[in-house]
Nanobody
Framework: QVQLVESGGGLVQPGGSLRLSCTAS????????IGWFRQVPGKEREGVSC????????YYTDTVKGRFTISRDNAKNTVYLQMNNLKPEDTAVYYC????????????????????WGQGTQVTVSS
């Protein structure tokens, strides 16, 4: 069974950190572009960060640049999103997604390109 599972979400105070994990089962992530997306009620799911399966290049949306870091550990079939200096506006359900590379990592970091999705993990930033 092909599955992506996110973990690591939770409640954190502003300025705090969380590390999200996205682990695949039933397939290998080695050559996939992996994306982290987030969604709040009433808004479209937005691309937060992506890492290319072809050249390990990365993309970050402007609002998280300098605060979030995406990385992958192919031996563990897992991709991480390290989130530092979290802000209340980072509150959302975070999803990971996987797909073989079809274009540059920046152009690919939108929902329409991804076919495999996890179930999401809630991140709440609040004092």
């Amino acid at each position: 069974q092909v599955q992506l599972v996110e973990s690591g979400g939770g409640l954190v105070q502003p300025g705090g950190s969380l590390r999200l994990s996205c682990t695949a089962s039933g397939f290998t992530l080695d050559y996939d572009t992996i994306g982290w997306f987030r969604q709040v009620p009433g808004k479209e799911r937005e691309g937060v960060s992506c890492i290319s399966g072809s050249d390990e290049s990365t993309y970050y949306t402007d609002t998280v640049k300098g605060r979030f870091t995406i990385s992958r550990d192919n031996a563990k079939n897992t991709v991480y999103l390290q989130m530092n200096n979290l802000k209340p506006e980072d509150t959302a359900v975070y999803y990971c997604a996987a797909e073989l590379p079809v274009t540059t990592v920046q152009d690919m970091c939108v929902t329409v390109f991804f076919g495999s999705w996890g179930q999401g993990t809630q991140v709440t930033v609040s004092s």
